[in-house]
């Protein structure tokens, strides 16, 4: 049991790490079709 | 060639879609190539209308009248036409907004992807896992639990070690969590929105779909330990042979011989490896939308195999606007992840309540011996050679081969041991 516990915690760490890695990637929609005429955020 | 399999399934579930397209292009010049009343009929009915009549009639800018003539400003395409070089995407459409899909203003294909989403996908997807509970729940009541036949012996050989139940965990949890939260993807609207109103379905969506994004991770983290862990044992073996004959012993009394895993849990393994991938592949497709294109490539393939003309759907389309990749991707990920889904619920109970003994392997790592003998017969003589030995040797009075006769039925009794398993453990509660 403990085991399975460990192995939920590492799913719930990845997914954060991932998501964390994924913003810094630049691959969100917002920043892949951004344009010269076309800002977001501002 | 997995690609290639993919796609095929695929393009088979729109077979009738593609063979309605081989008709002979009806006579359109009593209409100047316009559409007829037997292709306004044809779509009242239901069928495919054969398009390239109007996706080829988008204007002709060479003949255009000149600048300063009557409606010489159009440049030699009428409205309808412009706007069917939009529809069809031969249009010359310049945007603002960066991405392959921006000068995508209109999709064609994105109906027929809704509907099939939203009609037979869910329809035979919901069907089949609901199928599944069903056929489970049957087998449960006629079968019950498939008790451990012979006495228990109170020790306990280890089945799993702690990395492998840690993979095999890891592998479970983000795959009932990826299951739940694509359920609640594809019939949130149908369903929940109807239950529970649109505020509490928008919080539920967007948590289903960051959990569902980034748990993905940890499933294809999981599905590469597990392939590099149990490989080697899930390559297929003379005794599995036996094993599928007799059904695994599940519908009779007595277990046949197998290894450590039986040819039952290699066919999950394998479907879980196979399937697995193939809805990891379409999965990062879908992450990183426009980037990773696959089924352009994979028509391509099967054109150049010839295969549509061997099941008679023709050629199938190598270019694909870029919403279609992605559709594509959405559908066989969602086919692939049902056709999982209902084979996962089949181990989950096999696991828990379908059968005594069998949660301990991936709970404690630790198995009962008797339960072991009963169902991994092989495996526990390879476990434990000094007792192998002792068979052998009684066997060898009855001209047995020296190699130890693997347990082909259930004792009803324990046999007495004359050798210490590996592993010893205090007498089961």
Request: glycine share 10%.
């Given at each position: 049991m403990k085991?399975?516990?460990v192995a939920f915690l590492a799913i719930a760490v990845i997914s954060v790490g991932a998501n964390l890695v994924l913003k810094q990637a630049g691959f969100s929609s917002q920043e892949r079709t951004l344009g010269a005429n076309v800002q977001l955020d501002n | 060639m997995l690609r290639a399999m993919i796609a095929l399934i695929l393009t088979l579930s729109f077979l009738s879609t593609a063979s309605a397209q081989s008709a002979d292009?009806?006579?359109?010049?009593?209409?100047?190539?316009?559409?007829?009343?037997e292709d306004i009929m044809l779509r009242q009915r239901g069928e495919v209308v054969e398009n390239s009549f109007r996706s080829s009639a988008t204007g002709d800018p060479d003949s255009a009248a000149g600048i300063s003539n009557q409606l010489g400003t159009l440049g030699g395409a009428s409205d309808p036409e412009l706007w069917r070089a939009v529809r069809f995407g031969s249009a010359d459409t310049k945007?603002?907004?960066n991405g392959p899909?921006?000068?995508?203003?209109?999709?064609?294909g994105g109906m027929s992807w809704l509907k099939f989403r939203a009609g037979p996908l869910a329809t035979y997807g919901g069907g089949l896992l609901m199928g599944m509970i069903a056929l489970l729940a049957a087998f449960f009541m006629y079968r019950g639990r498939i008790k451990i036949d012979g006495e228990k012996t109170g020790r306990k050989i280890t089945r799993f070690k702690a990395i492998e139940r840690f993979g095999h965990w890891l592998l479970s949890g983000s795959f009932i969590l990826l299951g739940l939260t694509?359920?609640?993807?594809?019939?949130?609207r149908k369903f929940l929105i109807p239950t529970f109103g649109h505020e509490t379905f928008s919080f539920l969506a967007v948590g289903s779909k960051w959990v569902h994004n980034n748990v993905s991770w940890a499933f294809m983290l999981a599905l590469a330990m597990i392939f590099v862990m149990w490989v080697a044992e899930n390559i297929p073996h003379r005794s599995d042979i036996n094993w599928l004959r007799k059904g695994?012993?599940?519908f009779s009394k007595g277990h046949p011989p197998a290894k450590k895993f039986n040819a039952g849990q290699k066919l999950i393994f394998w479907s879980v490896i196979v399937l697995g991938v193939s809805i990891s592949v379409s999965g990062l497709s879908l992450l990183f939308p426009f980037e990773l294109n696959m089924f352009a490539a994979t028509f391509a393939k099967i054109n150049a195999m010839g295969i549509g003309s061997v099941f008679g759907f023709g050629e199938l389309r190598e270019v694909l606007a870029p919403h279609e990749e992605m559709q594509y991707a959405q559908l066989w990920h969602a086919v692939v992840s049902f056709v999982l889904m209902a084979i996962i619920l089949a181990h989950i109970y096999i696991g828990s309540i379908g059968m005594e003994g069998a949660y301990d392997a991936m709970g404690s790592g630790e198995v009962e011996e008797q339960?072991?003998?009963?169902?991994?017969?092989?495996?526990?003589?390879?476990m434990m050679p000094e007792k192998s030995i002792a068979s052998s040797q009684a066997a060898s009075a009855q001209a047995a081969p020296v190699t130890a006769a693997p347990v082909t039925a259930a004792p009803k009794k324990a046999a007495p041991k004359k050798a210490a398993p590996k592993k010893a453990a205090p007498p089961a509660k």
């Amino acid at each position: 049991m403990k085991t399975m516990f460990v192995a939920f915690l590492a799913i719930a760490v990845i997914s954060v790490g991932a998501n964390l890695v994924l913003k810094q990637a630049g691959f969100s929609s917002q920043e892949r079709t951004l344009g010269a005429n076309v800002q977001l955020d501002n | 060639m997995l690609r290639a399999m993919i796609a095929l399934i695929l393009t088979l579930s729109f077979l009738s879609t593609a063979s309605a397209q081989s008709a002979d292009a009806p006579d359109r010049s009593a209409t100047g190539g316009a559409q007829t009343v037997e292709d306004i009929m044809l779509r009242q009915r239901g069928e495919v209308v054969e398009n390239s009549f109007r996706s080829s009639a988008t204007g002709d800018p060479d003949s255009a009248a000149g600048i300063s003539n009557q409606l010489g400003t159009l440049g030699g395409a009428s409205d309808p036409e412009l706007w069917r070089a939009v529809r069809f995407g031969s249009a010359d459409t310049k945007a603002s907004n960066n991405g392959p899909a921006a000068a995508v203003l209109i999709q064609d294909g994105g109906m027929s992807w809704l509907k099939f989403r939203a009609g037979p996908l869910a329809t035979y997807g919901g069907g089949l896992l609901m199928g599944m509970i069903a056929l489970l729940a049957a087998f449960f009541m006629y079968r019950g639990r498939i008790k451990i036949d012979g006495e228990k012996t109170g020790r306990k050989i280890t089945r799993f070690k702690a990395i492998e139940r840690f993979g095999h965990w890891l592998l479970s949890g983000s795959f009932i969590l990826l299951g739940l939260t694509g359920l609640i993807s594809l019939f949130g609207r149908k369903f929940l929105i109807p239950t529970f109103g649109h505020e509490t379905f928008s919080f539920l969506a967007v948590g289903s779909k960051w959990v569902h994004n980034n748990v993905s991770w940890a499933f294809m983290l999981a599905l590469a330990m597990i392939f590099v862990m149990w490989v080697a044992e899930n390559i297929p073996h003379r005794s599995d042979i036996n094993w599928l004959r007799k059904g695994g012993g599940i519908f009779s009394k007595g277990h046949p011989p197998a290894k450590k895993f039986n040819a039952g849990q290699k066919l999950i393994f394998w479907s879980v490896i196979v399937l697995g991938v193939s809805i990891s592949v379409s999965g990062l497709s879908l992450l990183f939308p426009f980037e990773l294109n696959m089924f352009a490539a994979t028509f391509a393939k099967i054109n150049a195999m010839g295969i549509g003309s061997v099941f008679g759907f023709g050629e199938l389309r190598e270019v694909l606007a870029p919403h279609e990749e992605m559709q594509y991707a959405q559908l066989w990920h969602a086919v692939v992840s049902f056709v999982l889904m209902a084979i996962i619920l089949a181990h989950i109970y096999i696991g828990s309540i379908g059968m005594e003994g069998a949660y301990d392997a991936m709970g404690s790592g630790e198995v009962e011996e008797q339960w072991a003998r009963e169902h991994h017969s092989i495996w526990v003589e390879e476990m434990m050679p000094e007792k192998s030995i002792a068979s052998s040797q009684a066997a060898s009075a009855q001209a047995a081969p020296v190699t130890a006769a693997p347990v082909t039925a259930a004792p009803k009794k324990a046999a007495p041991k004359k050798a210490a398993p590996k592993k010893a453990a205090p007498p089961a509660k």
